[in-house]
């Protein structure tokens, strides 16, 4: 029993590796030194493990596609998504997203003249690396490009009136 142990185990010393280390070998002391070297060509990037087929990564938005139903509002078990009134579309809010597809199975999309079928507004892309630093980043925010600018121009005006006051 001991000697298969051995065996086993001497043989296990001489295979490869079987973890993958991503996104480099070592845990690097200094994350800025290591992204610089990575820009700079000198450190490769090891890919991570590939997602499998149907994976639910970061959901996508394509406003264009939206005719504002607003099903997948109603579906959604995280109150991941909001109504945006002015624009007759949604926001969705990344952070808050459990990732569970409820709403492109209910999304029915848009039919663009020259296609055969609809084409839905909502899909779970493969990307999975989202972390970041502010939940409301641009990255963690799905919506139409005109309801930035109208977020951006409210909150001009609000500081316009806080400065008069
Ligand atoms: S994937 Fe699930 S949690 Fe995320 S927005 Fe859609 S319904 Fe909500
Ligand atoms: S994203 Fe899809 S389900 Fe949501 S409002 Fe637009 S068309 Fe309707």
Redesign the pocket.
């Known amino acids: 029993m001991v000697n298969k142990m051995m065996f086993v185990l001497l043989k296990q010393l001489v295979k490869k590796p079987a973890t993958n280390p991503f996104p480099v070998k070592h845990a690097p002391a200094n994350v800025t030194a290591l992204i610089e070297k990575v820009q700079k060509g000198e450190v490769q990037i090891n890919p991570p493990v590939p997602v499998p087929e149907g994976f ?1 990564g970061k ?1 996508v938005y394509d406003p264009e596609r939206c005719i504002g139903c607003r099903l ?1 509002i109603m ?7 909001e109504w945006i009134p002015e624009l007759k579309k949604i926001r ?1 809010y990344v952070s ?9 199975d209910v999304c029915p999309g848009k039919k663009f003249p020259g296609e055969e079928k609809a084409v839905k507004a ?1 899909r ?1 892309s493969e990307e999975f690396l989202i972390a970041d630093y502010d939940k409301y980043s641009d990255n963690l925010i799905e919506e139409p490009p005109e309801a930035k600018e109208m977020l951006k121009k409210e909150a001009e005006s609000t500081a316009q009136v806080e400065e008069k006051a």
Request: charged share 15%; with cysteine.
């Open positions: 639910r959901l997948c579906v959604c078990p995280a109150d991941a998504m969705h808050r997203c459990m990732f569970c597809a409820l709403c492109v909502l779970m």
